[in-house]
């Protein structure tokens, strides 16, 4: 109940294309959902977050897609830039616990 | 930009040896976490605490303590390591916005390896 799946666990993309990571839970109650990016020596860093209520957030290249019926999530990133090459977790949280429940993490690697 | 330190960056010690990991963070923030980072980048919440005097096991089960003496100071202590508490340990801090969970800042990891 308390599981964020996440996948792909890798993903290999070429320069200008669209990296799209997958989230899925179970549970109900949570209302909160952010992406965090990793970078190598560094601790997770907040990319962009969304809340229930909307099906869908922008914040320049990267959109979430959210999908409250299929209890589902991803993030686009688009035009992707080596730059962008990290690791990505999914999470969600849930009002009142002040804890994340993070997935799994994705490596993504864009080609230059 | 985040302002929370973890202190050492690196460690290796000797297997049975006790050893603090430092957190501190100048945000006044009132929650604090620690997670442990597996090699494969799960993340595994193990300690968390709401405020000072208040400290919580998180939901990975670790032989690690922890205090919250002052605001700002969440340290982790092992008072006896073992080779299984090789890990990147992650300390993290959050404000409280009403029943909402905040963004959660990161500290940049204390990486342990016990031999």
């Known amino acids: 109940q308390q599981q964020v799946k996440q996948s792909p666990q890798s993903l290999i993309v070429q320069k200008g294309g669209i990296s799209i990571i997958n989230c899925a839970y179970e549970n109900t109650a949570f209302d909160y959902f952010p992406w965090y990016q990793q970078f190598p020596g560094k601790g997770p860093a907040l990319l962009i977050a969304?809340?229930?209520?909307?099906s869908e957030k922008k914040e320049g290249r990267f959109t979430i897609s959210f999908n409250k019926s299929a209890k589902q999530f991803s993030l686009h990133i688009m035009d992707s830039q080596p730059g962008d090459s990290a690791t990505y977790f999914c999470?969600?949280?849930?009002?009142?616990?002040?804890?994340?429940?993070f997935g799994t993490g994705t490596r993504l690697k864009v080609l230059a | 930009e985040a302002d929370i330190y973890q202190t050492p960056r690196y460690l290796v010690i000797g297997t049975g040896k006790k050893i603090t990991l430092e957190c501190s963070q100048t945000m006044g923030h009132d929650k604090m976490y620690w997670y442990q980072q597996d090699p494969g980048m799960e993340l595994h919440l193990i300690h968390y605490s709401y405020g000072v005097n208040s400290t919580e096991k998180g939901d990975l089960s670790s032989e690690s303590t922890v205090s919250r003496i002052r605001t700002e100071h969440f340290p982790l202590t092992l008072e006896s390591a073992r080779p299984s508490h090789t890990s990147q340990y992650l300390c993290?801090?959050?404000?409280?916005?009403?029943?909402?969970?905040?963004?959660?800042?990161f500290g940049e990891g204390s990486r342990l390896t016990v031999l």
């Open positions: 999470a969600a949280s849930r009002a009142g616990t002040y804890k994340y429940i």
């Open positions: 969304i809340r229930p209520d909307v």
């Open positions: 993290a801090s959050s404000e409280i916005s009403g029943t909402n969970t905040g963004e959660l800042f």
